[in-house]
């Protein structure tokens, strides 16, 4: 049904364009400190019509437990980290709330923080993984050669278009909450919860959510929250809209990793064993650890098929904001270290990279970290030869060689160049730990006039989804795509279909959609108009690490990628210039190209500043106060030519997520052309240049 | 202080302090939700407004400056002609910036129309650059530019003509 585009409570607008008469703006007031007890929290005297909430109003649960682990909606004894909301302050006016804010003073009883966390302690870690294949120690003992390495990857701003908040406001006898997030049932289970109400008298209806970088998947469920409390206990509606500068210190940011690597290479070069050590910061909290982890671990080896594989993953706390999903989740970590020391592996070895890589290929029947055999075929051989003629990789990289040899006796003023690759897949529809008892729902109806509705909770960030899901609708039904209408997501009128992350939505909703309308189709002479069908999706067992083995395949099925950078540094300041970009990509049967190749793009644009602009400095636990105006971007000035290519595909492949491949090949192909441009070791991103003509000086 | 200024093409007045941002009289005094809320800092460029046809964010953008000026935001620019052109200009090239930055980014090519009639593809994309979005494909955004270029280009040929 369509909504009334002319209530707040219903309107497809944006939150910050929602208003409702008489409603009250709700400011959070946060902890001073990174870490301690909070021992007095002092409220000015409040004007009639404005109220502070603390967690001892709340009604319901104030510990919500969220991804396998529990945040409190407002501290109420202890803090963890700079900024956590402590109270909350309702009223009618912004200037007067921001008055009240200045002036409540909070009293923390410090203690030391831990902020520390590549060299942690044990009471740090949350989680650890330990998963072996083969017999590393003795691979090691025999190889003829032992490389290592370590690789960092640096927090990252979500930058969405708008920043996080939430409104909430009665609508009969049901609280109505609107916010931007990938999972509106979360948000419904968390209100339900804090308030201590019935499911069915919490009604969520998202607003718009832009490009959500797999950063509002579960912080909009804490605003909501807040909007929630602030509009059952003033009685009134009530938003909650961080600033840009609030939005940018305090809510969750990517998590930043270290990973450690250690490779056995035999007298042919041969890669014979890895040894990986992956240590993820995920801050205070840190709701998705597991997913994190899992998925770092998981693609440890990246595009490589080694027969001897170790990897230790440890997820570590730390007294900053929760630092946790980014697009990429997790895989990005490993991805950028083992492809950038792929790369450095082969050029070492005076190895064309491409050659190498081809030796070591993961292709199908490679066993996997978890001991299984992969089922999907890959094509990284494609793909290879594909960006190999399309960039000219090979005749570019061994020129480049060679200026950077001579260029250790003679100093040239010239710009120079370098060129990388790296590989990367995508897990579709891998499972979420924490979700593995779960199970999602997706309807449709074939209405009397023929027309189709598809009734799902997924949040389809673009119309690129939707036109997937119309596409393989249209293709069984074979009825025209304007007669087919995705419902307007109400938690009160669609199924749960689970959250809109990790490509679900292309993985399991459109398989879900393609089910509904097999059956549909199944029954279309046989049943009168209209015919209606459900389909219901359980995850895979989720994966079964243990402390010394890993059983179990983790993902419903693989995309593959790579990519190729050309850039070329500037000698005297070390900033990079992107002069070409190149991917190409194996996502079965691509729905809508247009879009297919529109997100990719501007993925691989925000891949490009993740690799060298987009600094976000975490200095004593604290985002810098400075720090939205300080954050660079790569700006559409400085984007280079990106040439995507797709590899062939037929009617009957399957549809399969692309949109996170170029935040797992991008930033290790730009790793490897700075490398060859400039002859430092660029080991962790963002590549910082300024950084190294420092040390040159000093 | 008072605050008289063309909004639209129609004259205004309103009561605002000296440094108040225009994006906040923009929306708060007269509505025009069109100019997102905005960074105070002149980042995003998403509360893009033209002030005396130069495309400025509005949050960059003191009150005491606009009096007397001539401030189109894109509620404005959609009931002119120009608006038009841009749309289908980009409906034409499958360019869809998002609904959070489309408004910033019409605004933006119209500004730069009016000055390069013609613009070539770095012109363009260090015009839009003044808008930040994680949606942006620089590929679809010059197309959308120069196809709102192309039909600008006939109808100015079409008016001469006559």
């Given at each position: 049904m369509a909504r009334d585009r002319k209530s707040p409570l219903k309107a497809d607008l944006p939150l910050s364009d929602i208003r409702e008469e008489g409603m009250v703006h709700v400011v959070t007031v946060r902890s001073p400190s990174c870490r301690g007890r909070i021992t007095a929290v002092e409220v000015p005297r409040l004007p009639r019509g404005y109220r502070a909430l603390g967690a001892g109003d709340i009604p319901g649960e104030n510990q919500l437990p969220i991804l396998g682990t529990e945040i409190p909606i407002l501290a109420r004894?202890?803090?963890?980290?700079?900024?956590?909301?402590i109270l909350l302050v309702a009223g009618p006016d912004p200037d007067v709330l921001e008055r009240i804010r200045q002036e409540v003073r909070v009293v923390v009883l410090e203690e030391e923080p831990i902020l520390e966390w590549e060299s942690f302690s044990t009471e740090q870690v949350l989680l650890e993984r330990t998963a072996i294949l083969g017999d590393p120690d003795k691979a090691f003992e025999t190889a003829a050669e032992v490389l290592e390495a370590r690789f960092r990857t640096e927090s990252q701003e979500h930058l969405y278009p708008e920043p996080q908040g939430a409104f909430a406001a009665f609508e009969y006898d049901k609280l109505v909450v609107r916010c931007a997030t990938q999972w509106p049932f979360h948000v419904r289970a968390c209100v339900r919860s804090v308030l201590g109400v019935k499911p069915q008298e919490v009604v969520v209806r998202p607003t718009p959510l832009g490009v959500p970088m797999e950063g509002r998947l579960w912080y909009p469920s804490v605003l909501a929250c807040h909007a929630a409390l602030a509009a059952v206990l003033c009685g009134k509606p009530a938003r909650i809209l961080l600033s840009r500068d609030e939005d940018f210190r305090y809510t969750p940011k990517k998590a930043r990793s270290l990973v450690a690597l250690k490779a056995g290479v035999d007298s042919q070069g041969t890669l014979s064993v890895l040894d990986a050590k992956v240590v993820l910061n995920t801050g205070a909290y840190a709701p998705l650890a597991s997913e994190l982890l899992e998925q770092a671990c998981l693609h440890a080896a990246g595009s490589l098929a080694v027969p001897n594989l170790r990897v230790r993953g440890y997820a570590v706390r730390t007294h900053t904001p929760p630092l946790g999903a980014f697009s990429g989740m997790g895989a990005a970590h490993t991805l950028f270290a083992v492809e950038a020391f792929a790369n450095r592996i082969a050029r070492d070895r005076q190895e064309d990279p491409l050659e190498w890589r081809n030796r070591h290929i993961l292709r199908k029947g490679s066993v996997l970290i978890t001991g299984e055999p992969l089922r999907d075929r890959t094509s990284f051989d494609a793909i290879g030869q594909r960006l190999k003629a399309a960039s000219d990789f090979q005749r570019k990289y061994g020129s480049n060689e060679l200026i950077r040899k001579r260029r250790s006796t003679s100093r040239s003023e010239e710009a120079p160049r370098g060129i990388g690759i790296a590989f990367g897949y995508q897990a579709n529809g891998a499972s979420l730990t924490s979700l593995s008892s779960e199970s999602f729902t997706v309807e449709a109806t074939l209405n009397k006039d023929l027309s189709l509705s598809i009734s799902t909770s997924a949040i389809a960030g673009d119309e690129g989804i939707r036109a997937i899901w119309r596409s393989t609708a249209a293709g069984i039904l074979g009825i025209p795509l304007g007669r087919i209408a995705v419902s307007e997501v109400d938690t009160g009128d669609v199924p749960d279909s689970g959250p809109s992350v990790l490509s679900r939505n292309v993985a399991v909703v459109n398989k879900l959609i393609e089910r509904c309308c097999v059956t549909i189709r199944s029954r279309r002479f046989r049943s009168p108009l209209p015919i209606s069908a459900r389909s219901v999706h359980r995850p895979r067992n989720p994966l079964r690490w243990e402390k010394e083995s890993v059983k179990g395949y983790p993902f419903e099925s693989i995309s593959c990628g790579g990519a190729v950078v050309e850039l070329e540094m500037d000698p005297w300041n070390k900033e990079p210039r992107i002069l070409g970009t190149w991917l190409c990509v194996d996502g079965g049967r691509i729905a809508s190209e247009r879009f297919a190749r529109s997100t990719l793009s501007a993925s691989t644009l925000s891949a490009l500043g993740q690799c060298f602009r987009e600094r976000l400095p975490i200095e004593a636990g604290a985002v810098s106060v400075d720090g939205y105006r300080e954050y660079g971007l790569l700006s559409l000035a400085e984007a280079p030519t990106i040439e995507i290519e797709f590899l062939p595909w037929d009617e009957t492949d399957p549809i399969k997520g692309i949109g996170e491949l170029p935040f797992l090949c991008v930033p290790a192909a730009f790793a490897a052309a700075a490398e060859q441009a400039s002859d430092l070791a660029i080991d962790r991103i963002p590549f910082i240049g300024e950084e190294f003509v420092t040390g040159e000086l000093g | 202080m008072k605050v008289d200024f063309i909004l639209n093409g129609e004259d205004v007045s309103c009561q605002a302090d000296a440094g108040e941002r225009l994006s906040r009289i923009l929306r708060d005094t007269f509505s025009l939700l069109g100019v997102k809320e905005d960074c105070r800092s002149g980042h995003c460029g998403l509360c893009l407004v033209t002030l005396n046809g130069l495309a400025v964010p509005a949050c960059l953008v003191p009150a005491f400056r606009v009096r007397g000026a001539e401030v189109v935001t894109i509620e404005g620019f959609k009931q002119t002609e120009d608006y038009e052109y841009i749309r289908k200009g980009f409906e034409k090239a499958e360019a869809e910036p998002c609904e959070f930055c489309r408004g910033a980014v019409f605004l933006s090519t119209a500004a730069l129309l009016e000055e390069r009639p013609r613009p070539e593809t770095p012109e363009i994309l260090e015009n839009l650059s003044a808008v930040f979005c994680r949606c942006h494909d620089p590929e679809s955004l010059v197309r959308g530019v120069k196809s709102a270029a192309e039909l600008r280009a006939r109808r100015m040929n079409f008016r001469a003509n006559r």
């Open positions: 004894d202890r803090v963890s980290y700079v900024g956590e909301p | -």
